[in-house]
């Protein structure tokens, strides 16, 4: 008998360990050879051989990093375009104005300083992670199989391969065992690639079928791996709806402050003719808050603490947009096996067909499960509970193939005689109408997993093999429900994210256990063989059922596509091989940490703890991060546009600016600051909804052109009224008071609905500029003094006028665009 090596309890399929990714097979006609017996190891490089590689620098050691290096992110926290302008007006206040009017540089260089501190957090978070989930490849020295990590592969290295396996480095075939290698991750095609001793593989490809060996001949940078393994887990901002909106907006501000400020520069310093200092501040009073500086903040600081949450339950996020982008989905396919149940199983029963020797066929059922080096989670329950007969001597053996739904194995018994076997899904060897099936349907009724034992007659490579097999026995499995894959279903209901089971078993089966689960609609099941070609035909299916059994690894594929035809943003989890090719098609893959080197590697989101129920965790991160975003957003673009508007009006007015620089960093703290920051990292379970630029400027120029006309005419007002010295301060504290108290109606609208913390801090600004009102001390630090009573209540008439305006067109807002 071959010996088995190490075993992959995570194939999902029945009946053997190998999944076809991709190939759609004849049920009847094999596309690849059977197998022989193995031929005797090569024994590998000695251990003297490796020393002499490791010297000579021809080793594996590419970086991998799964987060940018601190560096980068100390240069891309610091040296920003707004950074920049704002750190040159800091040092022109520096030098021209008192301290106050400089405290925003202060507040930008704490920003900035906790950007880096959470970024750095979260690529602590990511880098321990990934060591968690980094590949192990089998490396055969001194004729010994052992693990290693990736980076201790030398040049010359004999790299055992098993199905699920990823090929880490260019090598070249030294052993094949009916091998067959998918490259559609490097070439786009599907079809598994059948390799034999001589044949190149490319690292990035992965195997579906059989086994063997591989010889390193080219590591480190030269091989492909080398760029694949710095993007695989890349600590990433880009390429998400949340930031490039946040850039499109931060480009339009940019290109209406310049023409802005250089307007208001030339009113203040040229044309009015005032004291040089004062109009310098209040010019650059009037720039600084044109600029949303701590938007970019906040949503990095949100992106990296989603990271060390989800990292606290084990769960390695490869790509930073994938949190977002889990928050958008609408519907995810669960591959059953690996995800809804756990990877082992149990045989429960043996039914023998057609008289049949039970003894003999427990000898078989044992051979069939030695017969193959990387059992999977059916063939190892044969193991436990069948020992092999030693007598018993595998000749050749054919994979198992998810298009084909059985692998086989022929013996020699020890007494002379031979014999050939099939193992499978009984609804593909049996045929239509036999006896056997309605046992079968009452079995996948309970949700049982069933197996048919058929005696093949002739050679396993016979064209019609399957056709001429003898039903001899059939095996019950029980399946391991995952304890929490019940309350995550439900929790995916109550989100109103439809959950699609999608499985190669068969479809009563699959039904019965997503029952069991009470997953709804779990009864009205469809088999996969039966659903239509066309995409839209196949949407169509797809809308209306929720279990799909007797899917190909393809179908998979192409079920993501026709789900998201119909403009679904569809997630997938899975575990084995024949996932991968729906992980990398869907917008968000996730796997679990238990499954192939394959689908890790494809996959955004890896659940190193192989929990399903850590799936919500990361929904709700999402949430939170763009529905948070999306309110902070709008407080800091409101701000944006009334300074830019008010500009525009002391511009076209030919007056003062009415503020300096301490006032609007008094107003920004209270207003959107320090409200921002609790606001962004708050809970939030509402669905992700797309267009995030449209959404945030449909509430942000409105309330940016409230608060900016109710400001300006209370400082005109303000201006009529007073006189002599010290009105200019007067008209500034009137004209403050107003702007507070519209953009304190601005965040309380943000902050709805209302809970206790809200309110508080809602409560706790107001009480907090209330404060600097009445102490004689921070009245003269930020030059805030109300002048009589008349004018002060004037200002809070015409700002409850802007809240009232603010409401009707916030709820206008709402019921046109809803």
């Known amino acids: 008998m071959t010996q088995r090596a190490r075993t992959d309890a995570n194939d999902p399929e029945p009946g053997g360990p190998v999944i076809d990714a991709g190939a759609e097979l004849d049920p009847v006609h094999p596309a690849e050879p059977p197998r022989s017996a193995l031929a005797p190891r090569a024994v590998g490089l000695t251990t003297a051989e490796v020393a002499e590689r490791v010297a000579r620098g021809e080793v594996n050691d590419v970086p991998v990093r799964s987060s940018r290096s601190t560096v980068d992110i100390v240069r891309a926290n610091v040296f920003t375009r707004f950074n920049a302008i704002i750190g040159v007006l800091w040092a022109v206040m520096i030098f021209v104005a008192p301290f106050q009017d400089s405290l925003f540089g202060y507040v930008i260089i704490a920003n900035t300083g906790i950007g880096i501190v959470q970024e750095l957090r979260a690529k602590k978070t990511l880098d321990s992670l990934a060591v968690i989930g980094e590949a192990r490849p089998t490396v055969r020295r001194d004729g010994t199989a052992a693990e290693v990590s990736t980076a201790e592969i030398v040049l010359g290295d004999l790299v055992e391969l098993g199905p699920g396996d990823k090929v880490v480095v260019d090598g070249e075939v030294a052993e094949a065992d009916s091998l067959e290698i998918d490259e559609s991750l ?279 093999v399957a056709e001429r097999a003898r039903p001899t026995a059939l095996v019950v499995l029980e399946q391991r429900l995952r304890p929490d894959a019940a309350d995550t279903l439900r929790y995916f209901d109550e989100q109103k994210v439809h959950a699609k089971v999608i499985s190669g078993d068969n479809a009563v089966s699959v039904g019965a256990v997503a029952g069991k689960l009470g997953l709804p609609g779990a009864k009205n099941t469809v088999d996969a063989r039966r659903l239509p070609r066309e995409p839209g035909e196949m949407a169509d299916s797809l809308d209306s059922h929720a279990v799909f059994g007797r899917v190909t690894p393809r179908q998979k594929r192409d079920m993501v596509g026709a789900l998201q035809s119909r403009g679904h943003t569809v997630a997938m989890t899975g575990d084995g091989v024949n996932d991968v090719l729906a992980l990398k098609d869907a917008d968000i893959g996730v796997s679990m940490g238990s499954g192939s080197e394959a689908t890790r590697a494809v996959a955004q989101i890896v659940l190193l703890n192989n929990s399903f129920s850590t799936l919500p965790s990361v929904v709700a991160e999402g949430r939170r991060v763009i529905g948070n975003i999306t309110r902070v957003a709008t407080l800091f673009l409101t701000k944006t546009v009334y300074s830019v508007l008010l500009a525009i009006l002391v511009v076209c007015s030919q007056v003062e600016y009415p503020f300096l620089p301490r006032h609007l960093t008094l107003l920004s703290t209270l207003t959107i600051g320090i409200p921002a920051f609790f606001l962004a990292l708050a809970p939030n379970k509402e669905r992700a909804k797309p267009q995030f630029v449209r959404r945030v400027m449909r509430y942000a120029i409105p309330a940016g052109v409230i608060a900016a006309a109710t400001t300006f005419v209370t400082y005109l007002l303000a201006r009529s009224y007073y006189s002599g010295p010290g009105s200019l301060d007067a008209e500034t504290s009137a004209a403050t008071l107003t702007l507070f108290l519209v953009s304190m109606w601005v965040l309380a609208i943000v902050a709805r609905p209302y809970t206790w913390w809200r309110i508080c801090l809602v409560a706790a600004m107001g009480g907090a500029f209330l404060i600097v009102l009445v102490i004689p001390w921070l009245q003269d630090f930020f030059a805030l003094k109300l002048v009589g009573t008349t004018m002060p209540w004037a200002a809070v008439a015409i700002a409850a006028v802007g809240a009232a305006l603010l409401e009707v067109t916030w709820r206008w807002v709402d019921r046109r665009f809803a």
């Open 186 to 464: 490097l070439t786009g095609e599907a079809d598994p690639v059948i390799k034999k001793p001589g044949d190149p593989v490319m690292s990035g490809s992965f195997v579906v079928a059989g086994g063997g060996a591989f010889t390193a001949t080219k590591v480190g940078r030269e091989a492909y791996a080398a760029q694949l393994a710095e993007e695989a887990s890349r600590f990433t901002l880009v390429h998400s709806e949340l930031r490039s909106g946040i850039s499109t907006i931060l480009k339009y501000v940019t290109w209406m402050m310049i023409p802005t400020a250089i307007g208001l520069i030339i009113s203040q310093l040229v044309v009015k003719d005032n004291n040089f200092k004062d109009s310098l501040a209040r010019t650059v009073g009037g720039i600084v808050p044109m600029i949303p500086e701590g938007l970019v903040l906040l949503t990095s600081v949100a992106f990296a603490i989603g990271v060390i949450r989800l990292g606290r339950k084990q769960c390695l996020v490869q790509e930073l947009p994938a949190i977002e982008g889990l928050a958008r989905v609408d519907v995810v396919c669960l591959d059953k096996t690996g995800t809804l149940t756990e990877g082992g199983m149990d045989v429960t029963e043996l039914r023998p067909l057609g008289g049949a020797d039970e003894t003999y066929v427990r000898k078989v059922l044992g051979a069939l499960g030695d017969s193959d080096p990387r059992p999977n989670a059916s063939l190892q329950a044969l193991i436990d509970a069948y020992p092999d007969s030693e007598d018993w001597r595998c000749t050749q053996s054919l994979p198992f193939s998810s298009a084909r739904k059985y692998s086989g194995a022929r013996f020699s018994e020890g007494n002379g005689e031979s014999s050939t076997w099939l193992l499978g899904a009984p609804d593909v060897l049996l045929p239509t109408g036999a006896p056997a099936l309605s046992e079968i349907e009452e079995l996948n009724e309970q949700g049982m997993r069933v197996l048919l034992l058929a005696r093949a007659a002739g050679e396993l490579d016979a064209p019609a």
